[in-house]
Each structure stands twice: as structure tokens, then as C-alpha cells.
């Protein structure tokens, strides 16, 4: 006699058992690879090939103005990563003993911003992909920590997936953080978007002894500038619009609309020979649409930016269109 009776349908719960097991390490396993849990894709794919319920995060006059002129919501889409941050040295005390401070870019924590954009940018194409969608609108970007994954950076992109009437279908739909309206009015001053394009840049400032002379306390009583601390967040945004200026340009676009910039800045104690310094965390977030004329052919040209700043004093926020 066994020593334990199985209750009824217990082979059952162990076969479910088992096979969601073998679904967790599938989708794992696609996670690795940069692509959608199984869930994800069977629920869009059935959404993509059906008539059924669309969601969208569109405004009513957006949706007005996108069904009147052939725009048509399919789903609210989604693209997440959350990336651990490897070990970043800082630059040495050997800088703080300069006249001038010095900036120097924190390489791995840049490339791990960067990874997870691109990786949270393929993901949300991969849900519009499944729901045969041309384009996605209105893509809003945040970004952030949290105390519960130490070490860890988070990028959330949601946006809304849409179809064009009378558009034959895409193999690749166009991401862009332009507002549903903003959209139709760049198709109608005969413009396409390319995509989005955004970049990353982290910047370790150290504050060099003329800067922290005017810091001290004899100097605080009159108005000065910190220089040091101001060319580095010059330096953290002119490193991150050049790099999604030269993404904009690999795609020959003609400029780049709705960009924004955000920054935050975080302070760090340090000390050289004894004494204590003040230096700065820099990062830059830019994000925006690249554009070109529709009769246009890929050329490498410049591209120019009109560009909405934010400061954020913050790890986490948000960027794109509809803030």
C-alpha cells in the first residue's frame, strides 16, 4: 500500500505543473535572447490576427483626429529591461589634485543604459510586430532604480500600436514619441519618421582645487560659478546628442523632432591627501523622433534638433511625448 494517496486528478497536477514549468524556462530562455516572454507573444499574435477590443493610452482628440484620417489603434504596447550595472572604477585621486576639474565618462554604466534602451526599444517592436501594426505613437520612456534590485537600472518604454487604412503591410513598424496628432501632421507636411533614436551618457566630475577654493569658506560670502561642475554637464549632453545625432545620421534622416533631454545629477564625497572633495554624477537622457521628407532618399546629411530640456534631480523619470 503506497504511504501517501494521491487525491484525485493528481497525475493532472503534476503534468500542469510540469509544463509551466516548461513554459517559464522557455521564456526565459527568450528573455535571454533579447525577445518576449511565450505569453506575450501568443496573446498579441491572437490579438494581431483578430477584430477584437483595441487599448491605447491615445487622447480623445488624438483618437478623433487618427480615425478621421485613417489611423486606427490596435493595442497598448510594452517594452521592458531591467540590467544589472557591472563595476565601474572611478577616476583616480590623482585628478583632484588639478587646477581645473576634469570630466570622464563612466563607460559601463553608459553602455548599461544604453543596452537597456535598445533592449526595451526591440521588445516593444516585437509586441507591434505580432499585432501587425505600421507604427507605434506616443512611446514614453522612464527610466529608474529601485531599492529592491541593488545595482540595477530599469527602462519601461509604453506606447500605441496602430495601423494605417489602405497601407500595405510592414515588415518592421516605426517607433516614434510623437503624439498620435503629431504624427498625422508630420504625414501630412509630407514627412515619415525613421524611429526613435536616444542615447546615454554618465560623467564622473571632479572638482578641482580652484573650484573647491571658491567653495570654501572665506569665498562663500560673493557670487561665483562653479565651472567645473557646469562644463561637465555640458560635456554629459554634447556626448549623448552626438551619439543619437550619429544614430539619426546612419539612418539618413533630414533632422530630428520631439526630442527631449533630461538629466540628473548625483553628488559624491571623495578625498585626496587628506582633504575632502565634492565632485558629481552627471547622466544625460536624450530621446527623439528622426524624420525625412518623404520624396527624399537616404543621404548622409546633419541632422537638427529642436530639443525640450528637463532637469531632474532624480534617478527616475520619465521622457517622450504626452508629458
Same mark, same amino acid.
Given at each position: 500500500?503506497?504511504?501517501?494517496?494521491?487525491?484525485?486528478?493528481?497525475?493532472?497536477?503534476?503534468?500542469?505543473?510540469?509544463?509551466?514549468?516548461?513554459?517559464?524556462?522557455?521564456?526565459?530562455?527568450?528573455?535571454?535572447?533579447?525577445?518576449?516572454?511565450?505569453?506575450?507573444?501568443?496573446? /498579441?499574435?491572437?490579438?494581431?490576427?483578430?477584430?477584437?477590443?483595441?487599448?491605447?493610452?491615445?487622447? %480623445?482628440?488624438?483618437?478623433?483626429? =487618427?480615425?478621421?484620417? =485613417? /489611423?486606427?489603434?490596435?493595442?497598448?504596447?510594452?517594452?521592458?529591461?531591467?540590467?544589472?550595472?557591472?563595476?565601474?572604477?572611478?577616476?583616480?585621486?590623482?585628478?583632484? +589634485?588639478?587646477?581645473?576639474?576634469?570630466?570622464?565618462?563612466?563607460?559601463?554604466? $553608459?553602455?548599461?543604459?544604453?543596452?537597456?534602451?535598445?533592449?526595451?526599444?526591440?521588445? @516593444?517592436?516585437?509586441?507591434?510586430?505580432?499585432?501587425?501594426?505600421?507604427?507605434?505613437?506616443?512611446?514614453?520612456?522612464?527610466?529608474?532604480?529601485?531599492?529592491?534590485?541593488?545595482?540595477?537600472?530599469?527602462?519601461?518604454?509604453?506606447?500605441?500600436?496602430?495601423?494605417?487604412?489602405?497601407?500595405?503591410?510592414?515588415?518592421?513598424?516605426?517607433?516614434?514619441?510623437?503624439?498620435?496628432?503629431?504624427?498625422?501632421?508630420?504625414?501630412?507636411?509630407?514627412?515619415?519618421?525613421?524611429?526613435?533614436?536616444?542615447?546615454?551618457?554618465?560623467?564622473?566630475?571632479?572638482?578641482? +582645487?580652484?573650484?573647491?577654493?571658491?567653495?570654501?569658506?572665506?569665498?562663500? +560670502?560673493?557670487?561665483?560659478?562653479?565651472?567645473?561642475?557646469?562644463?561637465?554637464?555640458?560635456?554629459?549632453?554634447?556626448?549623448?546628442?552626438?551619439? %543619437?545625432?550619429?544614430?539619426?545620421?546612419?539612418?539618413?534622416?533630414? =533632422?530630428?523632432?520631439?526630442?527631449?533631454?533630461?538629466?540628473?545629477?548625483?553628488?559624491?564625497?571623495?578625498? $585626496?591627501?587628506?582633504?575632502?572633495?565634492?565632485? @558629481?554624477?552627471?547622466?544625460?537622457?536624450?530621446?527623439?523622433? $528622426?524624420?525625412?521628407?518623404?520624396?527624399?532618399?537616404?543621404?548622409?546629411?546633419?541632422?537638427? /534638433?529642436?530639443?525640450?530640456?528637463?532637469?531632474?534631480?532624480?534617478?527616475?523619470?520619465?521622457?517622450?511625448?504626452?508629458?
Amino acid at each position: 500500500m503506497p504511504l501517501f494517496r494521491r487525491g484525485p486528478g493528481g497525475g493532472d497536477d503534476r503534468a500542469a505543473r510540469e509544463a509551466a514549468a516548461a513554459e517559464q524556462a522557455a521564456s526565459l530562455a527568450a528573455l535571454e535572447r533579447g525577445e518576449l516572454p511565450l505569453r506575450a507573444q501568443q496573446r /498579441l499574435a491572437e490579438l494581431g490576427a483578430g477584430g477584437g477590443l483595441f487599448t491605447s493610452d491615445l487622447s %480623445v482628440n488624438e483618437f478623433a483626429l =487618427g480615425a478621421a484620417s =485613417g /489611423l486606427r489603434p490596435v493595442a497598448q504596447v510594452m517594452g521592458s529591461s531591467i540590467y544589472h550595472v557591472g563595476w565601474q572604477q572611478s577616476p583616480g585621486t590623482w585628478a583632484g +589634485w588639478q587646477a581645473r576639474g576634469v570630466s570622464q565618462e563612466l563607460v559601463t554604466l $553608459s553602455e548599461a543604459w544604453n543596452t537597456a534602451r535598445s533592449r526595451a526599444f526591440s521588445r @516593444l517592436a516585437q509586441e507591434a510586430t505580432l499585432l501587425r501594426a505600421h507604427a507605434v505613437v506616443g512611446v514614453r520612456l522612464t527610466v529608474g532604480r529601485h531599492d529592491w534590485a541593488a545595482g540595477a537600472i530599469e527602462y519601461v518604454a509604453v506606447g500605441t500600436a496602430v495601423r494605417i487604412d489602405g497601407a500595405a503591410p510592414t515588415a518592421e513598424p516605426v517607433l516614434t514619441d510623437l503624439s498620435g496628432q503629431e504624427y498625422f501632421l508630420l504625414r501630412e507636411a509630407g514627412y515619415r519618421p525613421l524611429g526613435v533614436v536616444g542615447a546615454t551618457s554618465v560623467l564622473y566630475v571632479v572638482s578641482g +582645487w580652484q573650484q573647491r577654493q571658491v567653495q570654501g569658506m572665506f569665498s562663500s +560670502w560673493a557670487n561665483q560659478e562653479l565651472g567645473d561642475f557646469t562644463q561637465g554637464v555640458y560635456d554629459a549632453r554634447e556626448l549623448a546628442l552626438g551619439r %543619437v545625432s550619429a544614430d539619426a545620421r546612419r539612418q539618413g534622416a533630414a =533632422g530630428m523632432v520631439g526630442v527631449t533631454l533630461a538629466h540628473s545629477v548625483e553628488e559624491r564625497e571623495a578625498s $585626496s591627501g587628506g582633504s575632502s572633495r565634492t565632485d @558629481l554624477i552627471v547622466t544625460v537622457h536624450v530621446l527623439g523622433t $528622426s524624420i525625412a521628407a518623404e520624396t527624399e532618399t537616404v543621404s548622409a546629411v546633419t541632422p537638427a /534638433l529642436t530639443v525640450n530640456v528637463s532637469r531632474d534631480s532624480h534617478p527616475a523619470h520619465v521622457l517622450g511625448g504626452n508629458q
